[in-house]
């Protein structure tokens, strides 16, 4: 089992910037990868961005490429968010996931609770 907690979370202006991090704990194995997701109300889960546990292959989805950065401290067994340049369409619940990869196509066994992130105009 693997569990995961995130925090972070936030209300923020429209170009301003938070940091999200993902705390991993439990039976975790170096060909995990790290996910983060987001869910805005009326709307499905999407993907955001993800990592290998190496940290050395990320992926991005279109939508916060340029803008968001993942990164991996793997002596801490955490995964950060970087959101710069926010916009009120950020505006979700912002999950992260530990599957055995870091594509969008991966399997995400493991899933945090879930953080409120808020971008006002």
């Known amino acids: 089992q693997v569990q995961l907690v995130e925090s972070g979370g936030g209300l923020v202006q429209a170009g301003g910037s938070l940091r999200l991090s993902c705390a991993a704990s439990?039976?975790?194995?170096?060909?995990?990868?790290l996910g983060w997701f987001r869910q805005a109300p009326g709307k499905e889960r999407e993907f955001v961005g993800a990592i290998n546990w190496s940290g050395d292959n990320t992926i991005y989805a279109d939508s916060v490429k340029g803008r968001f950065t993942v990164s991996v401290d793997s002596a801490k067994n955490t995964v950060y968010l970087q959101m710069n340049s926010l916009k009120p369409e950020d505006t979700a619940v912002y999950y992260c996931a530990a599957g055995r990869g870091s594509s969008p196509s991966t399997i995400w066994s493991y899933w945090g609770q879930g953080t409120q992130v808020t971008v006002s105009s």
């Open positions: 439990g039976r975790l194995y170096n060909t995990y990868g």
